[in-house]
């Protein structure tokens, strides 16, 4: 069952070592309850975007719909029956990129939802990040927002009940970490277990520059070496890294087999070096960011296998760790460490009181998330499509120009990252099918980023294009969403910026010169930058008033009504080759 508060309250403030308990002789069974990439979305996301495919007796695989908090936390109770000896623990991007609900109340609803779920300790991410370094000391340790002040005026925020761990985020200058690098509690059976968090090092890559231009973030391999030599001589002896850095899926079911060729055959990217090179004092790594499910086994320095895992983003799978303690040592055995996802059902049962805490913060906004703001003919895909261009991409783009003309825009284009869900035409609440409440249209873009339209050369405006497959986007391109105005062919064979065929570019059907000047609108992530786009940050003459989710909810508002809705977009604005 989930522990009650002021027993986490307790563990926090006992950080140091307790004084040695008598251990039992049989190896102990520890369990580790793991989330990552919630997004602050308490209830479930629909549409492709809170699906999870899974593999069905005979081989075929299916689609089916994940999530919601009040369930997962039903399950992670079922889960910890019996388990003397669980934490449960997180990997960062907790909260940021959230919905309404959450999104309303600065993320308050989502850190609330969190404690009476049980969350034990968790890394930051670098969502976690987006409202800058003095937002994340507020939610991790309290008090009321410096400029919309106190969500509930009689209650205000007290802060996380749980440590929120960032071992290697560093104001600039300065050596040691912006919050604590580590966690020690002692297990009810009496060992002691150490949990170091971190965030991927690419944290400044994905967050908007103003926030992070005062921190550091450090590689994360010397970091867990370091506070892993640190718990070592304070005789802690289990250690579990809770990184925020992740790997594709090893396929197309959340449950596929990761280890079929030996370890780490299918895990890839910048964690299988992270999780190779690290201390071999860690005993296995709980990962984030990817937004992947997968259990994987990568061997370290010392030759051991060590387990690898992460679930699935935005509540839909959460992965159930075990393994023991010898208690002797006090060390994990690390062969003794087996992992599984487990999907959460959107129709199972909830957790009452997660399920209060959820719809008490459901009611304070449900006259603002309840709004209609436009109407749809079909599902318009975003971030669950499977396309490179999105048939909800064009839409926003074309509302963004829409809301810029007054600053001379021309087009725009938008980070795939910064659309979070689909817009799906089946209701799922009483709104009807076909409508988009305001609630829907923030879960799109809830980042709430200005727009900024700048004057970009044509040479940049090319230079922008051959970014999304260069640079840190030539392994995992990301292809930017594009108005109506811009038109270009990809031939996907070629390697990198060579995949953009330049001469293909045409802006209201005339093609680019390199003398050319035009008026391109984009978010505040990318103008300064974000994701790699370096060019953008170039831009001058640069003006804006209104914000990306406003003039998707305007767009939407003035280009659809009851009788003549919105219809799903080709999105052939690209031509892939």
Not at 53 to 70: I, M, N, W
Not at 285 to 290: K, L, N
Not at 341 to 369: I, M, Q, T, Y
């Amino acid at each position: 069952m989930r522990r009650p508060r002021a027993l986490v309250l307790a563990r926090i403030a006992a950080a140091a070592p307790a004084p040695t308990a008598e251990l039992p002789a049989a190896p102990i069974a520890v369990q580790l309850p793991a989330l990552n990439d919630l997004h602050g979305n308490l209830r479930p996301v629909d549409g492709p975007a809170g699906a999870i495919t899974r593999r069905k007796p005979d081989g075929t695989l299916e689609s089916v719909q994940a999530g919601g908090v009040p369930q997962l936390a039903a399950l992670l109770d079922r889960a910890r029956d019996g388990q003397s000896d669980t934490l449960t623990v997180g990997a960062g991007d907790m909260i940021g990129g959230s919905p309404l609900l959450s999104a309303a109340y600065h993320d308050e609803p989502t850190v609330d939802a969190l404690d009476a779920l049980g969350l034990d300790v968790t890394s930051v991410g670098n969502h976690e990040f987006d409202e800058g370094p003095a937002e994340l000391l507020r939610m991790a340790h309290g008090g009321c927002h410096p400029e919309d002040g106190c969500s509930i005026p009689e209650h205000p925020y007290a802060g996380a009940h749980f440590p929120y761990l960032a071992g290697n985020v560093t104001y600039k200058g300065h050596d040691e970490p912006i919050l604590p690098p580590y966690w020690i509690t002692r297990l009810p059976s009496g060992p002691r277990i150490g949990f170091i968090g971190l965030t991927t090092r690419d944290t400044p890559q994905a967050v908007p520059a103003p926030y992070v231009r005062d921190l550091s973030f450090e590689d994360e391999v010397p970091r867990v070496d370091r506070y892993a030599d640190e718990l070592d001589r304070q005789g802690v002896k289990a250690i579990v890294v809770l990184v925020h850095e992740g790997s594709p899926p090893p396929g197309p079911a959340y449950d596929d087999d990761c280890d079929t060729k030996g370890p780490a055959s299918e895990l890839r990217g910048r964690i299988r070096s992270i999780a190779a090179q690290a201390s071999p004092k860690v005993d296995l790594f709980v990962t984030g960011h990817s937004h992947e499910a997968y259990v994987c086994h990568v061997r370290g320095p010392a030759g051991r296998e060590r387990l690898v895992t992460q679930a699935a983003s935005f509540g839909r799978t959460y992965t159930d760790v075990r393994f023991t303690v010898d208690p002797a040592t006090e060390d994990v055995v690390v062969d003794s460490a087996r992992a599984r996802n487990h999907v959460v059902d959107r129709a199972g049962p909830e957790d009452p009181e997660v399920g209060k805490v959820v719809a008490d913060w459901e009611e304070r906004s449900k006259a603002l998330a309840d709004k209609p703001v436009g109407y749809i003919a079909g599902d318009l895909l975003g971030r669950g499509s499977t396309r490179p261009e999105t048939p909800l991409g064009d839409p926003v783009t074309d509302g963004q120009v829409e809301a810029t003309r007054g600053d001379g825009a021309q087009l725009a284009l938008l980070n795939p990252g910064g659309m979070r869900a689909d817009l799906i035409y089946k209701a799922s609440g009483n709104e009807g099918d076909g409508v988009v409440t305001y609630a829907e249209a923030f879960r799109v873009l809830p980042f709430h980023n200005g727009l900024i339209t700048m004057t970009l050369t044509g040479d940049q405006l090319l230079e922008a294009l051959r970014q999304q497959f260069s640079g840190i986007n030539e392994t995992e391109t990301r292809v930017l969403q594009l108005s109506s105005a811009l038109r270009y062919s990809v031939d996907m064979k070629r390697a990198g910026a060579d995949r953009l065929l330049a001469d293909t570019v045409r802006v209201d059907g005339k093609p680019v010169m390199a003398g050319d000047n035009f008026r391109v609108t984009v978010n505040s992530f990318l103008a300064d930058g974000g994701n790699g786009f370096t060019v953008f940050a170039a831009g001058t003459d640069r003006s804006g008033e209104t914000t990306d989710t406003a003039s998707f909810a305007e767009y939407l508002q003035a280009y659809s009504t009851p009788t003549t809705p919105f219809a799903v977009p080709p999105a052939d604005r690209v031509t892939f080759l």
